[in-house]
Structures are given as structure tokens and as C-alpha cells.
């Protein structure tokens, strides 16, 4: 009799502590009201910040363009790969010779500047920092109704890979009712927006900043379409500020709560339960995604813990610079093109195009800044905070690249309730920057999906 008492009590408090250890993960910490004026600038906060929007185009010193051409010119012999490998151990110096002959001798910067000039940019100071921005409005909206859209590089991107896309959405045609004026600002610490000087600036503390500017720029409501770590800043967004979008599309959808987890483990034994038989590949087995995640996410270790460290390399030697952020276009693309010895590098771009971002990053030295936004978010402090453990409120697309990052069809109620559009296309993980015809059509598509149901509202 007793060991029956015994036991069973013993099951009871195991089984109320399972539970209690499941509501504890479950439950979310309640969303942290963040302070909208801090002060992310140098020293100490002025009595008064400048406010004005300042016309800016781009216009760099001779002196970085000889320095540069100088640091190419004393490049050190370059170890070959090993025999029969192509990019499987990181990028391989053929290719890098070859593109580096190219930045040398054939990119021409003053055509390349023009080219990045063509759009209207500003700069504008928010909470500190000058913050860069292309603000591109259609010329010719032809009646149609003109819809403001903030979109967001990631790393190491940079509104670069938004130029053949722009023009796409801010031109209308016969066929829809709007057209979008197109906000496309560079992250803090990226391209020529101003870094912070004090640490904690994550992705939820610019997602602020984003906001201030699109209030600054006179837009209480806006649309908003995010990839990478721009999809991750508008998604703390959308969390923090729903009443300011209208509508938002990602190509980077995070959906990180233990819920899916569990989902994506019990998928295990049975796979159609958690996604399409035909996306099985994409996360069955575990074993091999995991293992894919481990070989392919060496850098963001690296970023998120020791930023400076690897910055100080990388904004001293183009050559290197360009081996680190080409290596993530050929394997981000296509990790099949791993076995390629050109990366499959011109398949979706020529180098023109690579080396245009490349020169964002070298030109304005913002290498180890762009690298800290990953320590801002991989820390303890923010993660506990899980503020992306929200649900969305607002209304939302989904577009998921065939060679990107996957979420699977039974997870996305976990934390967008609200998506109204999904979208299955074949590309890879910079498709903005790979596909903008492809890539505008589907946030059009979205668009007007949400259109429909906030005029209805
Ligand atoms: C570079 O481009 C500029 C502007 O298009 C042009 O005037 C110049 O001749 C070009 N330089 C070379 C070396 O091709
Ligand atoms: C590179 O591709 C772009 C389109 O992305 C094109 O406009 C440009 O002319 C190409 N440049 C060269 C040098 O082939």
C-alpha cells in the first residue's frame, strides 16, 4: 500500500512539474514598453538634436578610392585551394583572383557611384545617429493610390540589392490600384548610416529608430517588407508598433517558440503532420538541417560574440572583405553551388553588381559595426526578453525561397495568426537582390491582399 502511495505520488509531482516546466517556456514574458528617445550617439545626449532631413549622395574621397586600389595592388599570394575542392572550405581563391582582377581593372567606381546615385537619399538624424535612407517616389503615379513601403537589408547586404526592384514597385501599371513610395534605409553601422556608440542597440531598439523615421518622414502607417535581419528589426516592429503597419511581408519569417520546436520534434514520427510531404526534405532528417545550421552559421558565432575582434581584419584588407561576404552569396544562393569552383556567382549576378556591396561596406569602413548588430542580438539579456516570441497582430505575407531558410506550414500560426499570403518560390536567400521582378510581383501580390482587408476594416 505504501509503495503504491509512494509511487504515485512520485508520478503526480513529476508530472505537475513537466507541466509546470512546459507553462514556464510557454508563456511569454509581457511585451517591455522600450524608451523611444534614447540616445544611441556619442557622448552625452545634446540639449537639442537636429531634426532636419538633408539631401545626401554619395561621394567618395580620392584618397579611399588610391588606397584602395593600393591595397589591391599589394595583395599576398593568395593560398590556392586544396586539390579537388571548390568552395566547401570556405571561398576559393581561384574565384576570389578572378574577381579581384576584376574590382582592379575593370570596375570603374565613378560609373558605379553614378549608378548608386540615381535615387533621391537623405540623411536625417534619429536618437543620435545620422541615418541614411532612399526615399523613392513614383514619377508618374497616374491617379493610382500611392502606398508608403519601408523595406530592410540584412547582412551583409545593403540597399543595394533593392536597385532593379525599385523601379519595379514605384511604377504603376494598368492592371493594380496602387503603387509604393519606397523608404530603404541602411541599418545603423551599415553603409552610410551612422553606428552606435554605445552597446545595446538590437534589433528591437531599431526597430524604434525605423519607426521614428518613418514618423519623422510623416507616415503613422506604413507597409513594411523585411529579409534577413531587416526581416527580423520589422517584425520587433510590427510586435511593438501595430498600430503603425498596415501590412507586412518577410522572406525571413522567425518563428522561434518552444511550441514549434516541439512541432518540428514530434514531426519526427511523423512528418505530414507538422508540413507538405513535398517540403519534407527541407527539415526531415534533423540530423542533416542540424548539420547544415552548424557547417554554415561558423560566422555568426564569430559576429556574435567577438565582433571586434574579426572587424579589425576585415576593414583592413579588401581582399579578405570580399572572400567573407562573396562566400555568402555563392552558398546563401545555392548550397549546392558549394561544388562549384565560380560559386555559381554570375548565375544570378556579374560581378558589377557583387562589388557594388562589397564598396558599400569598404567605403564607409563598416565592417566590424555591421558585425556587432549579431552580438546585439545573440545575447542573453535580449533573448530572454523573447520578444519575437509574439504573435503578429497585423496582417502578413510569408514568401519562402526554395534555397532559404524554411518554415513549415503548421508552425506559422504560432506566431502570424494573421497570414494571409504564402508564397513557394524557387531562389535564394538575397532574392530581392537575385529575382526583383519575382520578388516585387510577390510583395505586390501581398499587398493587395492586405489592401483588401484593411479597407475593410
Ligand atoms: C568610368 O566611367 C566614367 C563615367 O561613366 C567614364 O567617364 C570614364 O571614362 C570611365 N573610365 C574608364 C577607365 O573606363
Ligand atoms: C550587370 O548586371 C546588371 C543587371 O543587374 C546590368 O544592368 C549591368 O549592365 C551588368 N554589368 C555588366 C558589366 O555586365
Redesign the pocket.
Given at each position: 500500500m505504501a509503495f503504491v502511495l509512494i509511487t504515485s505520488s512520485l508520478f503526480i509531482v513529476i508530472l505537475s512539474s513537466l507541466g509546470l516546466l512546459l507553462m514556464k517556456i510557454l508563456t511569454r514574458k509581457p511585451l517591455k514598453k522600450l524608451n523611444e528617445n534614447t540616445y544611441w550617439g556619442p557622448g552625452e545626449r545634446p540639449k537639442t538634436l537636429d531634426t532636419t532631413i538633408r539631401e545626401f549622395e554619395i561621394e567618395v574621397p580620392k584618397e579611399v578610392l588610391e588606397d584602395l586600389q593600393w591595397r589591391l595592388d599589394r595583395l599576398r599570394p593568395l593560398i590556392p585551394p586544396l586539390e579537388g575542392i571548390q568552395q566547401q572550405y570556405g571561398m576559393n581563391t581561384n574565384l576570389l583572383k578572378v574577381v579581384i582582377d576584376y574590382w582592379k581593372n575593370k570596375y570603374n567606381w565613378t560609373e558605379r557611384q553614378n549608378y548608386l546615385n540615381q535615387f533621391p537619399q537623405f540623411k536625417t538624424n534619429i536618437q543620435g545617429l545620422d541615418i541614411h535612407y532612399l526615399h523613392v517616389k513614383p514619377q508618374n503615379p497616374c491617379n493610382k493610390k500611392v502606398l508608403p513601403l519601408l523595406i530592410l537589408h540584412g547582412w551583409p547586404g545593403s540597399v543595394r540589392e533593392f536597385y532593379?526592384m525599385i523601379p519595379i514597385l514605384t511604377t504603376p501599371t494598368e492592371d493594380r490600384e496602387f503603387v509604393f513610395e519606397v523608404i530603404a534605409p541602411h541599418i545603423p553601422g551599415y553603409g552610410f548610416s551612422q553606428a552606435a556608440a554605445k552597446p545595446g542597440l538590437n534589433p528591437a531598439e531599431i526597430a524604434v529608430i525605423m519607426k521614428n523615421l518613418m514618423n519623422r518622414l510623416g507616415f503613422k502607417k506604413f507597409y513594411c517588407q523585411g529579409g534577413d535581419f531587416g526581416a527580423i528589426i520589422l517584425q520587433s516592429l510590427c510586435i511593438l508598433y501595430p498600430e503603425n503597419v498596415l501590412g507586412f511581408h518577410t522572406n525571413m519569417a522567425s518563428i522561434q517558440t518552444p511550441m514549434a520546436y516541439i512541432k518540428y520534434f514530434l514531426g519526427v514520427l511523423y512528418p505530414n503532420w507538422v508540413t507538405r510531404p513535398e517540403h519534407r526534405m527541407r527539415i526531415y532528417p534533423l540530423s542533416r538541417s542540424f548539420k547544415r545550421r552548424l557547417r554554415e552559421t561558423g560566422y555568426l558565432h564569430i559576429q556574435a560574440t567577438k565582433p571586434d575582434t574579426i572587424g579589425v581584419a576585415l576593414t583592413d584588407s579588401p581582399a579578405g572583405l570580399l572572400a567573407y561576404i562573396l562566400e555568402k552569396f555563392t552558398t546563401g544562393t545555392n548550397s549546392a553551388w558549394q561544388a562549384r569552383e565560380d560559386g555559381g556567382l554570375l548565375e544570378a549576378?556579374?560581378y558589377?553588381?557583387l562589388l557594388d556591396n562589397v564598396m558599400i561596406y569598404w567605403i564607409t569602413g563598416s565592417a566590424t559595426t555591421s558585425f556587432r548588430l549579431y552580438a546585439e542580438t545573440f545575447n542573453d539579456e535580449n533573448l530572454k526578453e523573447g520578444l519575437l516570441r509574439h504573435p503578429l497582430q497585423v496582417p502578413t505575407a510569408i514568401a519562402r525561397y526554395t534555397r532559404d531558410f524554411y518554415v513549415a506550414d503548421s508552425i506559422i500560426d504560432e506566431l502570424f495568426p494573421n497570414n494571409v499570403y504564402l508564397s513557394d518560390i524557387d531562389g535564394g536567400h538575397f532574392a530581392a537582390f537575385q529575382l526583383p521582378e519575382v520578388f516585387a510581383n510577390d510583395v505586390f501580390c501581398a499587398v493587395d491582399k492586405f489592401e483588401k482587408i484593411n479597407i475593410n476594416k
Open positions: 532593379s549576378w556579374n558589377t553588381d
